[in-house]
């Protein structure tokens, strides 16, 4: 299996544009989470799906974050418009069971100038 | 709140060295837990999990950790080091409801 795949793998963007960060979860598994990374935040949990339907959203930091899952396999992160303090590694991750493994994608490393 | 902790944010070993990361989370009912890995540059990978059955857990690279429920502990260990653990290690436990609750992670620096 090619593991959970994110796209880009890397984005420098300047402030005020839009950005749009693609994953791509491993074949049958049902749950999908989205994480960010920063130095002084660590990993925080943004939003997770289970079977392409948003579960819990309570960690998207603003409004100007949105994600979708339009079907098991696809599923999309934006921040429109962007701002310098949203550059971090956004790492997706998918399982197969709620409780199960979560198996990491390689991550996006978002640069906002 | 169901939370984690990582007691050292950054531990210096020496190669040969006996390594143990303490982890200590808040939840009281059945839990899964896991030790993450991150080496430099890279994405999150499992080093192991305990979801039942031997408290004691043995992973890859050597690593093992031990579930200890009345301390509400999982413990990191490694008997000897080496230069390649040069990593960042994340403990974390699922809550209930499938979020995958992470510590603040211990920077291991290994000296060769």
């Known amino acids: 299996d090619a593991g959970v795949i994110q796209s880009p793998r890397h984005e420098v963007t300047e402030m005020g544009q839009e950005v749009t960060l693609r994953c791509k979860p491993i074949?049958?598994?049902?749950?999908l989470f989205w994480y960010r990374q920063t130095m002084m935040r660590g990993l925080e949990l943004l939003i997770y799906?289970?079977?392409?339907?948003?579960?819990?959203d309570s960690g998207m930091p603003e409004d100007r974050f949105s994600a979708k899952m339009p079907n098991a396999s696809f599923s999309t992160l934006k921040i429109q418009p962007s701002e310098p303090r949203d550059s971090a590694v956004y790492f997706c991750?998918?399982?197969?069971?709620?409780?199960?493994?979560?198996?990491f994608g390689p991550g996006t490393r978002l640069t906002v100038l | 709140a169901q939370s984690v902790s990582q007691h050292n944010h950054h531990v210096i070993l020496s190669e040969a060295a006996s390594l143990e990361l303490g982890c200590n989370y808040s939840?009281?009912?059945?839990?899964?837990l896991f030790w993450y890995v991150q080496y430099p540059g890279q994405h999150l990978q499992l080093l192991l999990k305990?979801?039942?059955?031997?408290?004691l857990v043995k992973g890859i690279k050597g690593f093992e950790a031990e579930f200890i429920k009345s301390k509400f502990s999982f413990n990191l260990r490694k008997p000897s080091v080496q230069w390649s653990d040069t990593a960042e290690y994340f403990c974390?436990?699922?809550?209930?409801?499938?979020?995958?609750?992470f510590g603040q992670g211990t920077e291991l620096s290994v000296k060769p």
């Open positions: 074949s049958g598994h049902n749950s």
């Open positions: 305990y979801f039942s059955g031997d408290p």
């Open positions: 939840y009281g009912g059945t839990v899964n």
């Open positions: 799906f289970n079977n392409n339907v948003p579960i819990d």
């Open positions: 991750a998918s399982t197969s069971g709620y409780t199960d493994t979560q198996y």
């Open positions: 974390a436990v699922i809550h209930p409801e499938g979020k995958l609750i």
